[in-house]
């Protein structure tokens, strides 16, 4: 079992930044891949950026390419996403996930296995 609770979200404004947080208990993520996905009112839930266990060759969305950058701390158990000059599309809640299964990573929500509740991002003026 892997626990999640994610934190840092809120609302800014358009430009502004905030830093996601992913705290992990009961196993080290280390061995996992993991990720961030997104979910805003009435869509689906999308993939933004992810980990692989190595720690090396970040994946990220298209639509947060340069402006979004996931890090892992492994010392601390935690992943966090850095997202800069946020726009209103941005706001949605986001969500971290584990992969246990597989070592690299994977843009299906369908293959995390556990996921933290969630942190609202609001991106408004």
């Known amino acids: 079992q892997v626990q999640l609770v994610e934190s840092g979200g809120g609302s800014v404004q358009p430009g502004d930044s905030l830093r996601l947080s992913c705290a992990a208990s009961?196993?080290?993520?280390?061995?996992?891949?993991m990720a961030w996905f997104r979910q805003a009112p009435g869509k689906e839930r999308e993939f933004v950026a992810g980990?692989?266990?190595?720690?090396?060759?970040?994946t990220y969305a298209d639509s947060v390419k340069g402006r979004f950058t996931i890090s892992g701390d492994n010392a601390q158990n935690t992943v966090y996403l850095q997202m800069d000059k946020l726009k209103p599309e941005d706001t949605a809640t986001y969500y971290c996930?584990?992969?246990?299964?597989?070592?690299?990573?994977?843009?299906?929500?369908?293959?995390?296995?556990?996921w933290g509740q969630g942190t609202q991002v609001t991106v408004s003026s």
């Open positions: 980990i692989p266990y190595s720690g090396v060759g970040m």
């Open positions: 009961g196993r080290s993520i280390r061995r996992y891949s």
């Open positions: 996930a584990v992969n246990v299964r597989v070592p690299n990573t994977a843009t299906s929500w369908g293959q995390y296995d556990y």
